[in-house]
């Protein structure tokens, strides 16, 4: 296969600088004919082929948006990641995809930025360390975070402590007396904060805090939040033989494992043993399944259209905030008994 031609060669050829070829793509005014002629001369000698990039150098203006995302294949981060989607259609931007891993986010964030391949990123669910700030900083990337606060940054922040305590606060008001949590096996931000919440609206409500009622599964793939986790952790409870009256899981994803594993089981849902979730994926609503709304579609919409304005405008105040969940009530936490 040929090399492919470049703009260097494309402005070493017409011996003038790249800002120059790159007015002249851009069809600029501020290019003399004689340059003009040039530059074109050039560009059919050595058959070039422009790319919006190269288009956009004369202009500076940001092209390219990155999405760092732990994993592209769990419902929380595709319904950010259709949020974004949508918005970035009305903005002159590319959008690339990073996939940092969700064993070590950071360590993959580093790489991206080691990489120097977009001009703006949103950061999703990835703690900004030290050295990642650091290195934000040193490209003077325009950023957005989404699932993590930094004074530094505009940010999107979940509240999950709050959906932990919706969460548990809808149980003891159904009525039920005893109620138990599908937790996530690994530790993270979004599970220690939803358990906490989770106890404490217990708590407040003087309700019998059992540690048997508080499983996880084996699974640590996507951290423990999976339809594998939530079908072992039922297990688990069957095996002690002893089921609390009302589970809540994590997010819905476990939720449908643990649907499953009670099917297998003989159990019904509500019936037997209520189930709630956490997310309001697309599927809660066919499976009848209470849960908790993140609010997620929007949120990648807003942190979308808040990079556009600070890339328009880096000088602006920074915009943070803290997004509420609401509790979305459906048939799988009746009360039948």
Known sequence: MSKK????????????AISTVSRVLNGS????????????????????????????????????????????TTPFFN????????????????????????????????????????????????????????????????????NSAHSS????????????????????????????????????????????????????????????????????KHGGFTEEAGFEAIYKYDKQCKFPEAIFCSNDTQAVGAIYALSKLGLKVPEDIAIMGYDNIKLSKYLDLTTIDQKMYTIGVQATKRLAEIIQKPEDELYQTTINPVLVKRGSTENKQ
């Open 5 to 16: 031609v470049t703009i260097y060669e494309v402005a070493k050829k017409a011996e003038v």
């Open 29 to 72: 005014e501020n290019v003399s004919k004689a340059t003009k002629i040039k530059v074109d001369d050039a560009i059919k000698e050595l058959n070039f082929r422009p790319q919006v990039n190269a288009r956009k150098l004369a202009s500076k203006q940001p092209q390219m948006l990155a999405i760092a995302v732990p994993s592209f």
């Open 79 to 146: 319904e950010v990641l259709k949020g974004v989607k949508d918005e970035i259609k009305k903005m002159d931007l590319d959008i690339m995809l990073y996939n940092t891993g969700s064993k070590n986010p950071e360590e993959g964030v580093q790489n991206f930025f080691d990489r120097g391949t977009a001009d703006a990123v949103i950061l999703l669910s990835i703690d900004v360390s030290d050295q990642v700030h650091e290195l934000i900083q040193a490209t003077q990337t325009p950023a957005v975070l989404v």
């Open 153 to 220: 940054y505009n940010y999107f922040m979940l509240n999950d402590y709050k959906g932990g305590y919706l969460a548990g606060e809808h149980l003891v008001k159904q009525g039920f007396e005893s109620i138990g949590m599908i937790t996530s096996i690994v530790e993270s931000h979004a599970s220690t904060e939803r358990k906490r919440g989770f106890k404490d609206a217990l708590k407040n409500f003087k309700m019998n805090i059992d540690k048997d009622f508080f499983q996880s599964g084996d699974t640590t």
